[in-house]
Every structure is written in C-alpha cells, then in structure tokens.
C-alpha cells in the first residue's frame, strides 16, 4: 500500500514554520480550521494568526517539543481556540531547522461515548492506543499517555507520525497500514526513549486489529510492552559468548589483556583499562602477596572514542597505588568495586591521584567498577571499567557480567603466562646443554 503524504490529509490542520517565524507550509486542514488558503498565508510570519498569548513556552526554545491551547485569527475575524502540538525537525540534507505545527479537526467522540475504546479497553491490559480506520487516534489509556508525555484528551485525532519526527512513528504508521489491509496481527520493536525518560528502553509494539460486530476490520489497536529487561539479558549473553570466542585466542599476555578490553567497549563500557601485577622477571611469577602500596603495569586499555584516550598511564607505564585506591582495595579484597558520582564516592576514591581526578571531570565519568583478575588462586592484575558516555551507572547485573568476562581473561592470561615461563625454562635449559665451544 503506497504511503500517505500527511499534507494531503485533511483531518488534521498542519503548518511548518521555519527558525525565523514564516510560515513555508500550509495544508488544507489548516485551511478548514482558520479559512486561510496557503497562497495567503505561506511566507507570511506566523505571529500574524495569533490573536492572544502563547501557552506556555513558545516555539523556538530550547525543547524539541512544544503544546498548548492557542488563540488564532479566522479569515472571517472571529477567534479560533485550538491545541496545538510542535515538533522541531532536524535539519535534512543542509536545509534549515524547521518546526511542524498540528492541530486535530475531528476528535471523535469521548472515550466513555466511544464503543471503540470500550472494546479496546477489555480486551488490552497495558499501555495502548487505539486508532480508527483512518489512522487517526481515537484515545489513549493513562499508561500510555504517560509513555508519550502527552494529555491524553489532547491528543486524539492526531495520527502516529504527529507525535515525533522520529522515524520509528512512520514505520509504526506503515504497519498499522498493513493490519488495517490484512486484517492480521503485526509486531513491532523499537529502541528509544519514552517522555520523561533519561535513557532509552526497548519496545515491543503488539499491533492488532480491532473488528466491529460484522467481522469488518474498524480500527487498530496498539499495545506496547517494555522488554528492556530481555533485551539487556540477550546483550549481556552476547558478550559472554563474545568472550569466550574472542579472549585468548594467542599465548600471549599482552595480547589477551587487549582482547579483554576489545570486548568489552562498547557493551559493556566506554574506557576498559587493564593493569598486572608486575612480575620479578620475563615469565615469572607474580607477588605471592597483594598489600598497597601495589605496582601495576598497564597492559592494555581502549577507549570509544577513536582517536581520544581517557587513559592518565601509557601502555608499559608502572604505576604504584597506594591504599584507599580502588585498584589496591580491590586486589586486597578479592571484591568488585564500584565508584559512581550519583553515591558521591567516585571523587573520594580518586582523591589519592589529582591527574586522575582532573581527567575524570574533564570527561565527564560518572561510574568505574574495579574488577580483580584472579585464576587458579592466582591474583594477577585488575580491570577498570568506566562509563562517560552512557548515562546510567553500573548495576548489580553489570558487575555480575564483569566479574564472568574478567574470570575468563583472567585464565586465558595465567595460561599465557605459564607458557611465557615454560618457555624460557626451556630455552635456558637448551642453552646451557649447548657445548661452550665449537670443536677444532
């Protein structure tokens, strides 16, 4: 089924009013609602069609998203009172920022008159809104009002794509299409950030169709289920699966430290950085005790951001840490540790290293976890995750994951370095079986 243009849909009035405040667009709901016809009105500013103050913030600030109840001028002089919702548009192709404007013609009857919503409201549990066979919604529970951080008696008789200018509205539209002309039940997933949410969850949008009492397909309903839950414990699968393929694919220790941190950015966190214990000699054995002050070696480290290194040590750099460090209390007691700005115990933490600290608020961390690196009752070393970029700190399960993913790094570097000192056990005895000198 081709899709619709949205201008071309007079159910709904829409205007596009560019960063200046001139109208560049103009469709025939908003002519039915105001009488202007877009020769009239188009290049005109959009000021000109108000006949009161804005409600609330205006178009044009600092939110991407705008609604309230305005009062604009009829062609015929009398005053129209309508709600209106706007949307800042990203700029396409190099073109200006522009903002759509849209108001609802016909909102149907309310939800208690309306047999529609009735029927919807028995047969779906959770967040959910119904649409007509016009697509045009008809209502929203409170569930779901909360979703889209919308009234939802204002809200009705707008269509999916006037919600948001994100593309996963116009998908959403396409299929509901779909069901509306087969009659059959369709899923969808998404992953974006509901209103009022600071980071972004996944979605499952179940959408089905609603029939009248002949069997004739009248509307569509569409449920949505949080599945964030799932979704992390598939990523978090991911990655342990992604390890064991992945670390310890060589004998070598430098190597496998590497690979650790490869894995683990970005799943899991933004800057790995991975630190051993220094041994006495090449191959040997690391201190049989861990008491600060402790000497690690940075083996490896790796940052999502190419080109730009959070690290404060290079590669190959010794680097002593004294007690009421993370890394020395976390080799000291064989435990995680986590540090995050929301406790207010990441800058206590760091308190012992000014160079550490600076770099901290230069970008922006908020959250480090110190993993221990233990095998065979063995403590080698010690991994540092650290987020800047993604904004919730480490959880419960996100430490579990580390600790999973660092136990298998940590064997894969004790075979690497029992290898590294059979090696040169050998070859020192190879050597010594050789004759001093060559015979005449």
């Not at 908003?30 to 009239?40: D, F, I, V």
Request: proline share 8%.
């Amino acid at each position: 089924m081709s899709p619709v243009n949205p201008f071309d849909d007079a159910a709904t009035a829409r205007a596009v009013v560019d960063g200046s405040g001139t109208l560049v667009e103009w469709n025939e709901g908003a002519r039915l609602l105001l009488g202007h016809p877009a020769a009239e009105v188009v290049g005109r500013p959009a000021a000109d069609l108000l006949a009161g103050d804005l409600d609330g913030a205006p178009p044009g600030s600092d939110d991407a998203q705008w609604s309230g109840t305005l009062d604009l001028r009829h062609r015929d002089g009398h005053t129209v009172s309508a709600w209106v919702l706007a949307h800042r548009r990203p700029p396409a192709d190099g073109a200006p920022v522009t903002w759509l404007a849209v108001s609802p013609l016909d909102p149907g009857p309310e939800p208690e008159d309306d047999p529609l919503i009735r029927a919807a409201l028995a047969q779906s549990p959770c967040a959910m809104m119904i649409f007509d066979d016009r697509l045009l919604l008809r209502g929203v529970n409170d569930a779901m009002a909360r979703l889209l951080g919308l009234p939802s008696a204002r809200v009705r008789g707008l269509r999916a794509t006037d919600f948001s200018v994100q593309p996963q509205d116009a998908e959403l539209e396409r299929r509901m299409r779909r069901v509306l002309a087969s009659g059959r039940r369709h899923d969808m997933q998404a992953h974006l950030k509901a209103g009022g949410e600071s980071r972004a969850h996944a979605w499952n949008a179940r959408i089905a169709p609603l029939t009248d009492a002949d069997g004739r397909v009248c509307g569509v309903c569409v449920s949505v289920h949080d599945l964030t839950e799932q979704h992390r414990a598939r990523e978090r699968l991911q990655l342990v699966n992604e390890a064991s393929v992945r670390i310890g694919t060589t004998l070598d220790v430098t190597r496998t430290a590497e690979e650790l941190a490869d894995v683990c950015v970005p799943p899991l966190a933004d800057f790995v950085s991975v630190d051993l214990l220094d041994p006495h000699e090449h191959g040997g054995e690391p201190a049989p005790l861990v008491e600060p002050p402790v000497g690690l070696r940075r083996t490896a480290h790796r940052s999502i951001t190419e080109g730009r290194s959070q690290a404060v040590a290079e590669t190959g750099q010794l680097d002593v840490y004294p007690a009421g460090s993370p890394q020395a209390e976390c080799l000291l007691s064989g435990q995680v540790i986590v540090a995050s700005e929301a406790y207010g115990d990441l800058e206590r933490w760091l308190q012992w290293d000014p160079a550490r600290l600076r770099r901290v608020k230069e970008y922006g961390v908020h959250s480090t976890m110190s993993v221990p690196l233990q095998a065979r009752g063995t403590t080698l070393g010690v991994a540092v995750f650290t987020r800047f970029r993604r904004p919730d700190p480490f959880t419960h399960d996100d430490v579990l994951l580390a600790e999973e993913v660092s136990a298998r790094a940590a064997v894969c570097i004790d075979n690497a370095r029992r290898y590294s000192r059979e090696r040169e056990a050998t070859l020192t005895l190879q050597r010594s079986l050789l004759p001093r000198w060559l015979p005449p």
